[in-house]
Nanobody
Framework: HVQLVESGGGSVQTGGSLRLSCEISLYIYSSYCVGWFRQAPGKEREAVAAHYTGTATTYVADSVKGRFTISRDNAKETLYLQMNNLKPEDTAMYYC??????????????????????WGQGTQVTVS
């Protein structure tokens, strides 16, 4: 049974920081992709960052590059998103998601949305 549980959202002022966490209950040993997406009201879901476990490679969307960092703690089976220098346009619901089936590093690198078939419930980030 796959579970992704996000936490760490909240309200911050412009320029502030937050760290999101995603506890991942997975019991597989093949390579897979886990990532962060966000969706603001009235907007499409947007990729933020992803991590390919096979090579421990990370990918960060241009819109947040230099401000957001994705990392994974294997021992804790937890994915993190460190968000610095937050801006009002970062306000959104943030979701953790996993692509467990394709095993594709390329799909991970391009944040191939249809491949992400497992989703958490989301955590709200509000920047004012």
């Amino acid at each position: 049974h796959v579970q992704l549980v996000e936490s760490g959202g909240g309200s911050v002022q412009t320029g502030g920081s937050l760290r999101l966490s995603c506890e991942i209950s997975l019991y597989i040993y093949s390579s897979y992709c886990v990532g962060w997406f966000r969706q603001a009201p009235g907007k499409e879901r947007e990729a933020v960052a992803a991590h390919y476990t096979g090579t421990a490679t990370t990918y960060v969307a241009d819109s947040v590059k230099g401000r957001f960092t994705i990392s994974r703690d294997n021992a804790k089976e937890t994915l993190y998103l460190q968000m610095n220098n937050l801006k009002p346009e970062d306000t959104a619901m943030y979701y953790c998601a996993a692509d467990l089936d394709s095993g594709s590093k390329r799909q991970c690198s391009i944040f191939f949305l249809p491949g992400f078939t497992y989703w958490g419930q989301g955590t709200q980030v509000t920047v004012s």
